[in-house]
């Protein structure tokens, strides 16, 4: 398929950037990456009139620790995110996250905001970063503010992104402690999107689970914290059977999508089975 036609501008500054979005307002769309929107303009389900080309705007990019937080740039690419030897070590799951998106080509252009501002409700990296409570910065016409990844996720591809606002920046926290974390996901064959993914970090003194974050992804029709399983699993011991009552929880107030990859009932099936994967092997990273 051929995209409608539109014009398409590069600007060299934020600001530029976001004066190019504010004067065309939904006739506009930022070009990350490239491999969410694209592929949707061929297809003609989006057709932009402009395209606003971020990548050559500097600052978007690079990863950077500043004492008990990294700081990752929205045009940083998963590729990058995979072998950052920082995030290795002071967050892995990001790069464990990463290193299973799409194939090698996707995880060479496409980038982390690219991917969270489309929120694609089969995306991987959203999972990981509600699962460490990641920030999210938003810059517009009005400012900055910081968003809590909880927050910015509002349903099926929407985010809390203002219409002229760009998503700039992602701060995580380095993990410290005596801690271990998992990504796991049932892949589609076709595109390697989540059918169901679960991220999680947790940190364990004196063999019980002192705190732990999980994300879900590919269940509903937004990513989200599974509070519930995080609320039964502090305290524990992570014993299987324990471990196996908590990812129970993981449907609860949820609505399992259902289409041509998975029913609903399925889907449900899976989140509970890939929950109870993922803890035990971040338990068995940490050395329980």
């Known amino acids: 398929m051929i995209p409608a036609p539109f014009d398409h ?5 934020l600001d530029e950037a976001i004066r190019a979005l504010a004067s065309h ?3 506009a769309k930022l070009l990350a990456g490239g491999h969410s929107l694209l592929p949707m303009m061929k297809l003609r389900l989006a057709r932009p009139k402009l395209l606003v080309d971020l990548s050559r705007i500097a600052e978007l990019s690079g990863i ?15 590729y990058r995110i995979e072998s950052s030897e920082l995030l290795k070590e002071k ?12 194939d090698v080509q996707v995880r060479n252009r496409g980038t982390v905001g690219g991917s969270l501002a489309h929120a694609d409700p089969a995306a991987d990296m959203p999972a990981a970063m509600l699962a460490v409570g990641a920030e999210l910065l938003a810059r517009g016409p ?8 909880e927050d910015f996720f509002l ?3 929407t985010t809390a992104l203002g219409p002229s606002e760009i998503l700039t920046k992602i701060r995580v926290p380095v993990l410290s402690g005596h801690h271990g974390t998992a990504y796991l996901k049932v892949p589609q064959k076709a595109s390697g999107f989540a059918i169901v993914g679960v991220a999680v970090w947790l940190r364990v ?16 029709a937004k990513p989200f914290r599974a509070r519930r399983v995080e609320e039964r699993m502090k305290g524990t011991n992570l014993a299987q059977s324990l471990v196996q009552a908590a990812s129970s929880q993981v449907t609860q107030g949820v609505s399992p999508l259902d289409d041509i990859h998975a029913s609903a009932e399925f889907r449900a099936h ?3 089975v890939y929950t109870a994967r993922a803890i035990q092997e971040a338990a068995k990273r940490a050395g329980v």
Do not use: Y
């Open 9 to 13: 501008i590069t600007p060299r500054t």
């Open 25 to 27: 307002g939904e006739e």
């Open 64 to 78: 950077e620790a500043e004492r008990d937080r990294i700081f990752i740039g929205a045009l940083t690419t998963h």
């Open 91 to 102: 967050c892995p799951l990001l790069p464990q996250t990463a290193r299973v998106i799409g």
């Open 142 to 149: 009005e400012g900055e503010r910081w968003l809590k990844a």
């Open 155 to 157: 349903g099926l591809m």
């Open 205 to 220: 003194e004196r063999q019980l689970c002192t705190e732990i974050g999980v994300g879900v992804t590919g269940l509903d």
């Open 270 to 272: 899976l989140a509970r």
